[in-house]
């Protein structure tokens, strides 16, 4: 399974702090200019007694957001610290030149409520796309599950137009679930993982789906629609079907048409496509719901191997994740 790095579990590590009485603050990158080291919405938590997981700058200015954080927790107020990087610190850290960051600092408890830092948590847990909002100068802060599609949509987090309101976008990590562990799952499920995909992949074939041919993934024997069921299947979700069989492939697929995956693909030519819209089209499914099938599956690159098929089929992926529809 994909894991989160340390700087991807901040806010429950902050709570964890928060709960056990050590006292926690987080420190966020709201802004930044030039080669910063760290993108925007990178995350540090620092305990009262100055532990410390994740990075805002990959160990450039570490330090001071470590004694301003500390600074914090003992008098209770956010607060907003811009650093420039050299152009020394900068290559230190694998990068070619200088910039400049912002760093928003909250100790939890007392600027950032340790309920709303709850509530955070809890919608990380559950996989429901969630955003913090947060008012610079106010320090205003809540929760929003639908006022910023477009950050959503792109992972993307940042400062508003009125450079005064940060947000900051918690999306479930993605997750690529594969119906049919054939040749081209082989080429695409590490493809994906680099690609920063949690893998899952189904065949009730425990000849295919076997761990000597897929070592270290996670493999589900169940029938696929009753495999998705379990996993459930929501907007961070990627589909792709590869068996070739309908009786496979099909029930996922109308699991997939009702839900709110951002990607279906579905393997097979032109006219394998036409019979499955013909099915899906007898199921009741309308229009809409099955012109969200790709298919055939993946960018049109003149692909042949496994290999090739895979990058085609990963290119999509991210073109439709990006708002680039093919």
């Not at 912002?102 to 429901?128: F, H, Q």
Request: hydrophobic content about 45%; proline content about 6%; glycine content about 10%.
């Amino acid at each position: 399974m994909l894991t989160m790095t340390p700087f991807e579990h901040a806010p429950e590590t902050a709570l964890d702090w928060h709960r056990a009485g050590t006292g926690a603050a987080l420190a966020t990158v709201v802004q930044t200019w030039g080669s910063a080291p760290r993108r925007t919405g990178s995350q540090l938590v620092v305990s009262g007694e100055g532990q410390i997981e994740g990075s805002v700058s990959g160990g450039c200015v570490e330090g001071a957001v470590v004694g301003e954080a500390l600074e914090a927790l003992q008098d209770g107020q956010h607060r907003l610290l811009e650093f420039g990087v050299s152009d020394a610190d900068a290559f230190a850290v694998g990068l070619a030149c200088g910039g400049t960051i912002k760093v928003l600092v909250e100790p939890v408890g007392s600027a950032l409520p340790g309920n709303l830092l709850e509530d955070l948590v809890a919608a990380r847990a559950a996989r429901t796309p969630v955003a913090y909002e947060v008012n610079l100068a106010t320090g205003a802060r809540r929760l929003t599950y639908a006022d910023y599609p477009d950050r959503m949509r792109m992972d993307r987090s940042g400062l508003e137009e009125d450079g005064e309101t940060f947000v900051a976008v918690h999306n479930p990590p993605l997750r690529l679930v594969c119906v049919g562990a054939v040749h081209i799952t082989q080429a695409l499920v590490p493809m994906a993982r680099i690609a920063g995909y949690d893998p899952v992949i189904i065949d009730p074939r425990t000849a295919f789906a076997s761990p000597e041919r897929f070592p270290g993934e996670t493999l589900m024997d169940d029938w696929p629609d009753e495999a998705v069921e379990k996993l459930g299947l929501d907007t961070r979700t990627a589909l792709v079907l590869l068996t070739h069989d309908p009786k496979l492939d099909d029930p996922a697929l109308q699991a997939a048409l009702a839900s709110g995956v951002f990607y279906i693909g579905a393997l097979g030519s032109k006219k394998t496509h036409a019979s499955r819209v013909a099915r899906m089209q007898e199921a009741g499914f309308t229009e809409d719901r099955i012109a969200r099938i790709h298919g055939p599956i993946g960018l049109d690159i003149g692909a042949a191997s496994p290999a090739e098929i895979a990058v085609s089929i990963l290119a999509e992926m991210t073109a439709v994740l990006r708002g680039k529809q093919p």
